[in-house]
């Protein structure tokens, strides 16, 4: 579907010289001279590569609609993670770097979301917040309490948070997947 650069917002996915970009960030300007353009930051969907890109406003690129599955994470074998289809009971194994830092937080049977691109996976989102289980928390110093500090605390997974003071090893939590901070106690 071809849009107008004008219309180009974050998180699209724009067609662009022969590859896929989402759109990371954009800016309109309309200098004192010349005709006002477009300077969007782009980031490749396939190797990661970061690109600055001035569109003409009168220009129109192509935007591409990714695909949302459901999948189910399975195992990993190596360097690769393997999914299943909730509704095909496909399996497909993608490359474990594809996650980023989130793939530690990947539990077995943990339900996620593939953005496929004509059949192929672009992007893996996991879901925003997990529990884990504290293993390692150091102890509390006497008088810590009065202020709003937080200690280091190691999660099953082998992931460091910091968390509150109270928080001690064997506690269940809750943990935002894409920033590693503590939320909550779990429940």
């Known amino acids: 579907m071809k849009i107008n650069a004008v219309e180009i917002k974050p998180g699209n996915i724009l067609e662009y010289e022969n590859g896929l970009w989402r759109v990371v960030k954009t800016a309109h300007t309309q200098p004192g001279k010349g005709g006002a353009y477009m ?3 782009l980031k490749n969907l396939r190797d990661g590569r970061k690109n600055n890109i001035r569109f003409r406003s009168a220009e129109s690129v192509e935007k591409v609609r990714l695909d949302q599955k459901d999948f189910q994470f399975l195992y990993a074998e190596g360097d690769n993670l393997v999914f299943m289809d909730t509704e095909t009971y496909d399996q ?3 490359p474990g770097d594809l996650l980023g830092d989130a ?5 077995d ?8 691109y004509e059949e192929e996976a672009l992007s893996v989102a996991l879901p925003d917040t ?3 289980e504290i293993v390692e928390a150091d102890a509390v110093v006497k008088g810590q309490t009065a202020s709003s500090s ?3 605390a190691i999660l099953d997974n082998g992931v460091r948070v ?3 003071p109270f928080i001690s090893a064997g506690t269940r939590i809750v943990v935002d997947v ?3 901070e503590y939320v909550r106690k779990a429940d």
């Open 39 to 41: 300077q969007v930051e």
């Open 92 to 94: 497909v194994t993608l």
């Open 103 to 107: 793939a530690a937080f990947l539990q």
């Open 109 to 116: 049977g943990m339900a996620v979301t593939l953005e496929m």
């Open 130 to 132: 997990i529990e884990a």
């Open 150 to 152: 937080y200690k280091p």
């Open 162 to 164: 910091m968390v509150p």
């Open 178 to 180: 894409y920033s590693r």
